[in-house]
């Protein structure tokens, strides 16, 4: 019978202890002496760098995630999940960047109640640590707002998906931005009228389509302002009037098919209508609009996009209308 070769890991079968001892030793606690001895990645030397030794635009972290404070328009506060995304830029000559002190410098000041100046702080104190020349941050949560019903007078919570972003460029500028999806539903103006022309001349019964619909809306900030997430949800409201119920009985249901009779709107007419209702804010300085009818007449969506035409501001390069799925 062969010996057995001995494990690296794992004890043999013919009882040969591991050449290498596996044990967490839960006592031990490094003094500065000890740490001051552990290796530093960023004190590699140059080729130690793989690939092309050019700058990268972006690196970082995506979705940690950690409870944060957030005013509402009226004052009060919401604790709310947040999943925070922040990245740097680096330069060709460095190996890397120690993803521990982007989060590590966010919650020196998790416990402050969010706003825009404090993003700002954030974004500096990445600048300063990390020794870079651009910072990115995002934070993006689910955001609570009572709606009331339409004629039932009941209460329930309707949640937006929002984000604030901030971008802290190698100038010294500094650029603040809202994402905000809008949840509606979209009657067909062309279906309603061949369904009452069916009624009208055959006496035949028909049912206009409609469906869920989604808008994206990015905007920025002007330097100075402040334009609160209820802002944005009015103003999505008062443009396109459907937005999506959360209690209903039977008189709301009947009032919300009121509702989509009385404002039919294609996927063209839903931009047009944001786009005239952002555009008047003065606390708005560029705006992206971006909306999609996932059609029950088809397989697939209509989907249209808007933009306020600042030079050099955004454009309509918009293709990822499969996030706005809801």
Not at 81 to 94: K, N, Q, R, Y
Not at 143 to 170: D, I, K
Request: charged residues 25%; proline residues 4%.
């Amino acid at each position: 019978m062969s010996k057995k070769k001995p494990m690296y890991l794992h004890r043999s079968a013919d009882g040969v202890p591991a050449r290498i001892k596996r044990a967490y030793d839960r006592k031990f606690r490094p003094a500065p002496a000890y740490r001051d001895t552990l290796p530093d990645m960023m004190e590699a030397a140059h080729d130690a760098i793989q690939g092309a030794n050019v700058p990268i635009q972006q690196v970082g972290v995506h979705n940690f995630r950690l409870p944060l404070k957030f005013r509402t328009k009226e004052g009060s506060q919401h604790t709310l999940e947040a999943s925070v995304t922040g990245t740097v830029s680096l330069e060709a000559e460095h190996k890397g960047i120690n993803m521990s002190r982007i989060v590590r410098s966010f919650y020196d000041h998790k416990d402050q109640v969010f706003t825009g100046e404090w993003m700002g702080r954030i974004l500096k104190t990445y600048l300063n640590k990390i020794e870079s020349k651009d910072a990115r941050l995002k934070i993006s949560f689910s955001y609570p707002m009572l709606q009331r019903s339409l004629r039932s007078n009941l209460e329930g919570y309707q949640y937006y998906q929002v984000a604030f972003e901030g971008v802290m460029t190698r100038t010294g500028i500094y650029r603040r931005f809202i994402h905000f999806d809008f949840v509606y539903s979209s009657a067909c103006p062309c279906s309603a009228e061949l369904a009452e022309h069916a009624r009208d001349r055959r006496a035949a019964y028909g049912v206009p389509h409609s469906q869920r619909s989604k808008a994206r809306i990015i905007l920025e900030e002007v330097e100075g302002k402040k334009i609160w997430i209820e802002d944005v949800q009015a103003h999505c409201l008062r443009a396109l009037e459907t937005e999506t119920q959360v209690m209903v009985k039977r008189e709301d249901e009947q009032a919300f098919a009121e509702l989509n009779g009385a404002h039919l709107k294609f996927v063209e007419d839903a931009a047009r209508l944001l786009y005239k209702e952002f555009d008047t804010d003065p606390r708005i300085k560029d705006f992206q609009i971006a909306c999609s009818h996932l059609e029950s007449l088809h397989s697939h969506d209509a989907v249209s996009v808007i933009c306020k035409g600042v030079p050099g501001g955004f454009t309509a390069d918009f293709m990822a209308f499969g996030s706005l799925v809801c």
